[in-house]
């Protein structure tokens, strides 16, 4: 998995994140985000299995509780 194949868009009504063109979330998130705080990482294990960490920040996240969906709406794709 490169950088390159990783597609994605933080917006305050839109989150979308796509590998290699196989949609992982597409959706209006359940709470609203610091969209600009919000990015992924990838690593790698020791048995050489890639990993994709996605991190949504919450606006006022010291006040604000995740919703118990992460995603309210789904986009089609």
Same mark, same amino acid.
């Given at each position: ?12 009504? !839109? +989150? ?11 959706? +209006? ?14 690593? +790698?294990?020791? =048995? ?13 996240? =010291?006040? =604000? !509780? ?9 986009? =089609?794709?």
């Amino acid at each position: 998995m490169g950088s390159s194949e990783i597609a994605q868009e933080f917006c305050p009504h !839109r +989150v979308y994140i796509a590998v290699a063109g196989e949609v992982l979330l597409n959706g +209006v998130p359940g709470c609203d985000l610091d969209w600009e705080e919000c990015h992924w990482d990838k690593d +790698v294990d020791a =048995a050489g299995q890639q990993w994709l960490f996605v991190h949504l920040v919450k606006k006022d996240a =010291a006040n =604000a !509780r995740w919703p118990l969906t992460l995603l309210k709406e789904h986009i =089609a794709d």
